[in-house]
């Protein structure tokens, strides 16, 4: 049974997958092409529209360690592929951000001790850092390094093409998605900085790649397709600093590339909207699916950015913005903020960041966060990291224990939900959304979960629906650190703000428990919460928030 479990499970997963991500993955592990180490093209001139690119946090710390993912390690000293970090770290590693974080002309001495290290200890081919994902970023950040103002040495300008050239050979069209787009942006990069008929080839791939990614990728409502606030973000810093390469080397593009970099440019507003939508009052992104702080520039970080670029147009969100084509809905009074879930996992066939969070929500009241999902503070494949992905981890209905879409592995799904009914309504100064999803039909009498959010000035009522009624389901409601909880002797409650403001709970189901939970805002961070659990009764519960 355990087998034929297995073997569904696995099903499940590969079915949706494209056909250029099972054979690309077969070529991409059998196919060992060699580096070209022949020298570099010329660089090309650049003028002086270059704008300073977002910022994040420096990596590098004051005694000349790395700090990744809040692990402190070595920074120099040939130390580029130590088996006993954690692949993400030794990624991060790679990257070099570092060259163009908050304050990074401090830090040049330090800088160039770094890049001669990383060519003379890093030899082609060899080790996690030519791996394709790190080799993009890292293609980016050294040329965004030069166009600061800063001079590669004749072995970077070397070793910059021999990455873009073996780069070329490991497009990452087996996974496809924000790792391909990575890829294509690094390739327009270096295609751009140096010249020539070799660089042309490397732009022109890259726009090819985008040509076909873009639209899919990037979606009407402006959403990134992958449905996670950090992603998002992280692809909107991609579309600027395309946008600001392609103004900055605009003699080196064809008709249609300047068109291309004018239709990305147009895409902004609309990024800049979802982005905003999907954050709090305290302008930091809300967690669904994999999501967590300082992974992406900062909000105000990217904001600042599309000024220098000129793109910085007003963002406007009505009191109730559904952005439809991702699922997710906003609704807002001057005192209220709800972030409620009616979304797909993710793309079919590439489903890597999903959490089994449908019908989940978070919200914030008086600019304080009050109920939060969990976060994301690990990669890999351990328990952990299955446990964050869990529905249990997420404010909304598990339905006998399981979770409500497969998420199994590091970034695998197999059997997933799909809303069903999603609805959004205004009724004066109440606002309505509502949805269904089909996650449980595979356990006996189909299960289906239905929920539905009322906001008012001074309210959240949330009815849950599951049928058939016998079956045993519990709604989680998780709070941020910050917010104390007590528990009447009935179930109701308070719940007590920083500011010492107080609101109040109850709910008419089960019987309710509050439970030890933890909160992750960050990679290698985990904070103590609490969580508050409610059985459905008879397949119903209605949970009930006010304030004044």
Same mark, same amino acid.
């Given at each position: 049974?355990a087998?034929?479990?297995?073997?569904?499970?696995?099903?499940q #997963?590969?079915?949706?997958?494209?056909?250029v991500?099972v054979y690309?993955? &077969?070529?991409?592990?059998?196919v060992?092409?060699?580096?070209? #180490?022949?020298p570099?093209?010329p660089q090309?001139p650049?003028?002086?529209t270059?704008?300073?690119?977002a910022?994040?946090r @420096?990596?590098?710390?004051? *005694?000349?360690?790395?700090?990744?993912?809040?692990?402190?390690g070595?920074? %120099?000293?040939?130390e580029?592929?130590?088996?006993?970090?954690e692949?993400?770290?030794?990624?991060?590693?790679?990257y070099?951000?570092d060259?163009n974080a908050?304050?990074?002309?401090?830090?040049?001495?330090?800088?160039l001790?770094?890049?001669?290290?990383w060519?003379?200890?890093?030899?082609?081919?060899?080790g996690?850092?030519?791996?394709?994902y790190?080799?993009?970023?890292?293609?980016?950040?050294? &040329?965004?390094?030069s166009?600061?103002g800063?001079d590669l040495?004749y072995e970077?300008?070397?070793?910059l093409a021999?990455?873009a050239?073996?780069l070329?050979?490991r497009?990452?069209w087996?996974?496809?998605?924000?790792?391909?787009?990575?890829? /294509?942006?690094?390739l327009?990069f270096?295609?751009l900085?140096?010249e020539?008929?070799?660089?042309?080839?490397?732009l022109?791939?890259g726009?090819?790649?985008?040509?076909?990614?873009?639209?899919e990728?990037i979606?009407p409502?402006g959403?990134?397709?992958e449905?996670?606030?950090?992603?998002?973000?992280?692809?909107?810093e991609?579309?600027l600093?395309l946008?600001n390469i392609?103004?900055?080397c605009?003699?080196?593009l064809?008709?249609?590339?300047?068109v291309?970099s004018?239709?990305?440019?147009?895409k902004?507003?609309?990024?800049?909207r979802w982005?905003?939508?999907l954050?709090?009052p305290?302008d930091k992104i809300a967690?669904?699916?994999?999501?967590a702080?300082?992974?992406?520039?900062?909000?105000s970080?990217?904001?600042?950015?599309?000024?220098?670029?000129?793109l910085? @147009?007003?963002?406007e969100?009505?009191?109730v913005?559904?952005?439809q084509d *991702?699922?997710?809905?906003?609704l807002s009074?001057?005192?209220?903020?709800?972030?409620?879930d009616? /979304?797909?996992?993710?793309?079919?066939y590439?489903?890597g960041?999903?959490h089994a969070?449908t019908?989940?929500?978070? %919200?914030?009241l008086?600019?304080?966060r &009050?109920?939060v999902?969990?976060?994301?503070?690990v990669?890999?494949? @351990?328990?952990?990291?299955l446990?964050?992905?869990?529905?249990?981890?997420?404010? #909304?209905?598990t339905?006998?224990g399981?979770?409500?879409?497969?998420?199994?592995?590091?970034?695998?799904?197999?059997r997933?939900?799909?809303?069903?009914?999603?609805?959004?309504?205004?009724?004066g100064?109440?606002?309505v959304?509502?949805?269904?999803?089909d996650?449980?039909?595979?356990?006996?009498g189909?299960?289906?979960?239905?929920?539905r959010?009322?906001? #008012?000035?001074?309210?959240?009522?949330?009815?849950?629906?599951?049928s058939?009624?016998?079956i045993?389901a519990?709604?989680?409601?998780h709070?941020?650190?910050?917010?104390? &909880?007590?528990?009447?002797?009935?179930n109701?409650?308070?719940?007590?703000l920083p500011?010492?403001?107080?609101v109040?709970?109850?709910?008419?189901g089960?019987?309710?428990?509050l439970?030890p939970?933890t909160?992750?805002?960050?990679?290698?961070?985990?904070?103590? @919460?609490?969580?508050?659990?409610?059985?459905?009764r008879?397949g119903?519960l209605t949970?009930?928030?006010?304030?004044t």
């Open positions: 049974m087998n034929a479990a297995a073997i569904s499970r696995y099903l #997963t590969v079915r949706r997958l494209r056909p991500q690309g993955r &077969i070529w991409f592990r059998l060992r092409p060699k580096a070209n #180490t022949r570099a093209p090309r650049s003028s002086e270059w704008v300073l690119p910022r994040r @420096s990596s590098l710390t004051e *005694s000349g360690q790395f700090c990744f993912l809040n692990e402190v070595t920074a %120099l000293d040939s580029w592929d130590d088996p006993g970090r692949k993400l770290w030794r990624y991060n590693q790679h070099f951000d060259l908050t304050d990074a002309p401090e830090r040049k001495i330090r800088h001790a770094l890049l001669q290290d060519v003379a200890s890093n030899p082609p081919e060899q996690t850092g030519w791996e394709p790190p080799t993009s970023l890292r293609i980016v950040n050294w &040329i965004k390094w166009f600061a800063n040495s970077c300008r070397q070793s021999v990455q050239r073996w070329m050979l497009l990452e087996h996974l496809l998605g924000n790792h391909l787009f990575a890829n /294509a942006k690094a327009i270096a295609g900085w140096f020539g008929e070799e660089a042309r080839t490397w022109d791939t726009f090819r790649i985008l040509k076909r990614e873009f639209s990728q979606l409502d959403g990134q397709f449905l996670s606030p950090m992603y998002h973000a992280l692809a909107l991609d579309v600093d946008v392609t103004r900055n605009l003699v080196g064809s008709q249609s590339q300047k291309a004018e239709e990305w440019a147009q902004v507003p609309e990024m800049r982005l905003a939508g954050s709090h305290d967690f669904f699916n994999d999501a702080f300082d992974i992406a520039p900062s909000n970080e990217i904001e600042s950015y599309s000024e220098r670029l000129d910085a @147009s007003p963002i969100l009505d009191p913005t559904w952005f *991702s699922g997710y809905v906003r009074h001057p005192n209220a903020l709800l972030i409620a009616m /979304a797909r996992v993710g793309p079919d590439l489903p960041h999903a969070d019908l989940s929500f978070e %919200l914030s008086f600019g304080h &009050i109920f999902n969990s976060g994301t503070s990669y890999g494949t @351990s328990v952990e990291r446990r964050q992905r869990s529905t249990p981890a997420h404010n #909304t209905v339905i006998a399981e979770n409500s879409s497969d998420v199994w592995s590091g970034f695998r799904v197999g997933r939900a799909s809303p069903l009914d999603a609805n959004v309504s205004e009724e100064d109440t606002f959304a509502e949805a269904a999803h996650g449980y039909h595979h356990l006996p189909k299960p289906l979960h239905r929920r959010w009322h906001l #008012t000035p001074g309210s959240l009522h949330i009815d849950d629906t599951v058939p009624a016998d045993a519990e709604a989680r409601f709070l941020h650190p910050a917010i104390e &909880i007590k528990q009447g002797p009935a109701c409650g308070t719940m007590f500011d010492g403001r107080t109040a709970w109850s709910s008419d089960g019987e309710a428990r439970e939970a909160w992750h805002p960050e990679f290698g961070v985990s904070q103590p @919460s609490t969580c508050l659990a409610i059985a459905l008879d119903r949970f009930n928030v006010s304030w």
